[in-house]
């Protein structure tokens, strides 16, 4: 049932003075939302370009939806959020709506003021607003991009970041967004979104792909790598003894927690510990961590 | 349906939980349909992967059946496999009270006077 994927990559590289993106391999599951995570300077911006055609100058072969060549379908089918003003500064939301209706066959200008609205712009003051994109906070540029991109009927979408400037809300109410945009789509619609802060939007991600240094370092459905780590926590005496054991450890004055690999589960035997199902996020950070230490 | 996100118990095996129960008390009949995936997992604010997780534990019970492109069905109960899921819940609330029990210090006579008494008051109620 998982097994269609809406991107696959190929020998992906692109090389930078003192850093490299270098991707061997890489399916991105169609039907589901996959976060890349990673820590600021991981490559995942860089990775997200190249994926939206923004930047061309990268070695290896991208396949979108599943062998589809014509580039003005795959322009039209995707829609990509990043941090970049790429509206004009001067453009008041109305004329963001009308250019957008000239770029992209299906932009729905009514969509795009309903989810202005949902998304607490005021709607009576935007048909009238005479204030220009610019001189929006970075909290109401984002709502804007947001709506602007979820006005027009895709099949995938790119989100470079999208959670980081909303406030707690507004992260929910874009959780439930992509959840909609995926129910819609019934198995063909995918969203592949940045972030570094995976807390958020845990409740959202189905499928996970951690990035350190501009490799992949690990990858899966949510619910698969959270039987693949366990979450272990102990008393001090048998710290020693875990630290040799856990993919990751921590120890306070109170006693020490990790993550183990649920292979080496067994090894623990006979210590004194208790052991939880660990969440997105506290594996990310161990798996963030292991591989900053490692380079 | 309740959800609880701190419960300790994940996610996917309280909304298997439910299903189940929904469907061995006869609510959820054969031949009917469960919620969409990508449905469910917007109304209960949960990804898709774990309420997809949820219906392949129901599978792998023989409880539902899924359809390519369909969804997944309830499927016929037999009442002997009936009494065996009952027997099997039975067993866990039990395993339960034992060691509940061991922490509190009461010995195993005592838990099962406890057992009788409460069968008693349960049956003059």
Known sequence: MYKESVIKIKDLSKKFKGFELNIPSLDIPKGFATALIGENGAGKSTFINILAGIRLDYKGTIDYFNGEKDEQLIRENTGYT????????????????????????????????????????????????????????????????????????????LLDEPASPLDPLMRDKLCQMIREYIEKGDGENSVFFSTHNI????????????????????????????????????????????????????????????????????????????????????????????YTKLA | MRIMQNSGIPIYQQIAGQFQEDILSGKLKQGEYLPSIRGLAKDLRISVITTMKAYEELEKNGLVTAVQGKGYYVNAQDSEMLREQHIRKMEEYLINAISAAKIANVSNSELIDILKMLIETEENA
């Open chain 1, 82 to 157: 990043g941090p970049g003003n790429y509206f004009m500064p001067h453009w008041t939301i109305p004329q963001i709506a009308s250019a957008s209706g000239l770029l992209f066959e299906k932009f729905d200008k009514d969509k795009f003021y309903d989810i202005c609205n949902m998304l607490g712009i005021e709607i009576s003051g935007i048909k009238k607003n005479k204030k220009g994109f610019n001189k929006l906070s970075d909290g109401m540029k984002m709502k804007v991009i947001l709506a602007n991109v979820f006005a027009r009927e895709t099949k995938m979408l």
């Open chain 1, 199 to 290: 807390t958020d939007m845990e409740n959202v991600t189905d499928y996970a792909i951690i990035m350190e240094k501009g490799k992949i370092v690990e990858q899966g459905f949510s619910e698969d790598l959270k039987e693949k780590y366990i979450l272990v926590k102990g008393d001090n005496e048998d710290a020693d003894i875990a630290k040799n054991i856990l993919f990751s450890f921590q120890k306070s004055s109170y006693g020490f927690e990790g993550l183990c690999l649920a292979e080496d589960a067994g090894k623990l035997a006979g210590l004194n510990i208790s052991k939880e199902v660990p969440g997105l996020s506290q594996i990310s950070i161990a798996v963030m961590k292991k």
